[in-house]
């Protein structure tokens, strides 16, 4: 049996259910869809005949659609770059703490001695109270990046980050 939809968002679990089902899934061009359609009135029944016609015609738009295992790592690849980006804006918080107190140390924040240098002096309770928070997020961060991934995912996600271009300098830890 095959089933043919225009590509939304928010559907992977249709996707799923699908295949558990043994049904083939034919995800077609939203735009290519619309410009086959005699007229411009858009209604779900209408727009479900016209699929049918399509895909009995063979003249379905078909588009491209990865493999639920890309997809699952292109998922976590996202989120390790949205948590690479919190770490970021964390550390610069950090920096910007520290050079507001005239500790401009650059790299040597990062070590374990550096924030304990850099971060006793003494300001408002609860100023203390979000520098330490922002620190132990920062740690947690941190720490929590580089095991990120399970190990066979992180071969896969080490062979697909391998096979994009990186700048000059850029070095993945998997």
Not at 42 to 68: C, G, H, N, V
Not at 97 to 111: F, I, R
């Amino acid at each position: 049996m095959r089933v043919g939809m225009e590509a939304t968002g928010y559907s992977r679990w249709f996707e799923r259910l699908l295949a558990e089902l043994d049904f083939e899934l034919w995800i077609g061009d939203p735009a290519e869809i619309r410009t086959r359609r005699p007229k411009k009135q858009k209604t779900d029944s209408k727009d479900a005949q016209l699929l049918l016609q399509l895909m009995l015609e063979d003249r379905f738009p078909r588009i491209w659609m990865p493999s639920p295992e890309n997809r699952d790592l292109r998922q976590l690849l996202w989120h390790r770059h949205r948590l690479v980006q919190m770490r970021t804006r964390i550390m610069n918080q950090l920096q910007a703490l520290a050079m507001n107190e005239n500790k401009c140390w650059k790299k040597k924040l990062w070590s374990e001695r550096g924030r304990a240098d850099a971060f006793p002096f003494s300001t408002a309770a609860l100023f203390v109270q979000y520098r330490w928070k922002v620190l132990s997020i920062w740690t947690r961060t941190e720490t929590g990046l580089p095991s990120f991934f399970p190990g066979s995912m992180r071969q896969s996600l080490a062979c697909l980050i391998a096979s994009a271009v990186t700048p000059k300098g850029a070095a993945f830890n998997t």
